[in-house]
């Protein structure tokens, strides 16, 4: 018999919420945080609880023996999903936008851009990071932006609906994780990636029961736990019908031949990769856990736009912003004589005073003549 409590929305915050204390203090066999903002605050509650196990879902440190971390193999059917996004794409041009700059999504976009790649060798990705897990009106101006590329399909690595559905409306196409995003953005997803955290939970939890948590190491290190495509820990959802019947052949003959091998159950990493930079990553060889949990470095196809931002986050009132996409930028201009402007989160532009009204120019506001 075992009994669950679940509490969602818990904030990243400086100091930690204390629902893992918490639990901690109340003599809970098993704690799972499920963001990689909680690592330093489950670090701090396993050494204050060492009769309570708790998982990090995302995490990278090694602490103390009630300590450990998890995930799925991702990168797996997002590499899938990449290769689908070369094979449906009419321009040949692609775009991803990504949330923050850590070793998950850098490994999870990297495999993304090496399946385009492996469907179309020339294939051109645009790669734009936001810093957030969910920003609406950012990912909105992102894909927007996306679309002035001539990009036609994009990959949406951020946590909420909103950037499929304004590729929708921009007459592109998308690839999601997490969850089968078609459900709620329509057939234009074209498919995603998504997780069954039975096959992380179910393990971990049997070896807390049986208090050999400890003791456990794995392919990944100790007392860190990835399982993937091979046990069901990674999938990828149905195609979308605008993924054409042959195209829906040529992915399942890719998944044949990738997800079978290598060191990890695929052969995503175990090819000549060359990053944007020009390094050599690998001659084809293998790259080890170690270096897959530890990257920083996109394929050399992606041009990395960097940091993006909000006009209206940056200029100020009485201007306009001006952007820049290779790299990102904004110029933050006074707006003219006879217009003003009013900052807001999402733009900052100049509109034209009202009838009967005048500016000097530089104004948040109008003047009565």
């Not at 639990?23 to 701090?44: A, E, K, N, R």
């Not at 999504?105 to 990071?129: F, K």
């Not at 951020?158 to 559905?165: C, F, I, K, N, P």
């Not at 456990?216 to 019947?245: E, H, K, Q």
Request: include cysteine; charge should be negative; charged fraction near 10%.
């Amino acid at each position: 018999h075992v009994v669950t409590k679940i509490k969602e929305n818990v904030p990243f915050s400086d100091p930690c919420d204390p629902i893992f204390t918490t639990w901690g203090s109340q003599g809970f066999d098993l704690v799972v945080g499920t963001s990689s903002g909680y690592q330093d605050c489950m670090i701090s509650a396993a050494a204050q609880y060492p009769n309570t196990t708790f998982l990090h879902v995302s995490g990278w440190k090694t602490a103390t023996p009630n300590f450990g971390v998890g995930y799925a193999r991702l990168y797996q059917p997002m590499y899938l999903a990449g290769y689908t996004a070369g094979l449906v794409s009419q321009t040949g041009v692609l775009g991803v936008v990504a949330p923050i700059q850590i070793a998950e999504i850098y490994r999870q976009i990297s495999a993304w851009v090496l399946g385009a790649m492996a469907a179309r060798p020339n294939v051109e990705v645009h790669v734009a990071w936001t810093g957030f897990w969910d920003d609406p009106s950012l990912e909105d101006f992102v894909v927007a932006q996306l679309r002035s590329l001539n990009v036609d399909v994009v990959n949406m690595r951020t946590a909420d609906v909103e950037g499929h559905l304004v590729a929708n409306r921009n007459g592109m196409m998308s690839t999601g994780f997490s969850s089968d995003f078609r459900m709620v953005a329509g057939e234009s997803v074209l498919v995603s990636a998504t997780y069954n955290w039975g096959a992380l939970y179910t393990p971990v939890a049997l070896l807390v029961l049986n208090h050999t948590f400890a003791e456990y190491v794995g392919p990944a290190g100790v007392r860190n736990w990835w399982p993937g495509w091979d046990v069901g820990a990674s999938a990828l959802t149905d195609f979308s019908f605008m993924v054409p019947p042959a195209v829906a052949t040529q992915v399942e003959e890719e998944t044949r031949r990738v997800m079978h091998g290598g060191l990890h159950g695929d052969t995503v990493f175990c090819r000549p990769i060359v990053d944007n930079t020009g390094q050599q990553i690998t001659d084809g060889t293998c790259l080890e856990d170690s270096v897959l949990l530890s990257m920083t470095w996109l394929p050399s196809t992606a041009v990395d736009h960097g940091q993006w931002t909000l006009p209206g986050r940056v200029c100020g009132v009485g201007t306009y912003g001006t952007v820049f996409l290779s790299p990102f930028s904004i110029s933050c201009l006074p707006c003219p004589p006879g217009t003003m402007s009013a900052n807001s989160d999402t733009v900052s532009q100049c509109v034209g005073c009202p009838s009967g009204t005048f500016s000097m120019g530089n104004a948040s506001q109008c003047t009565e003549m």
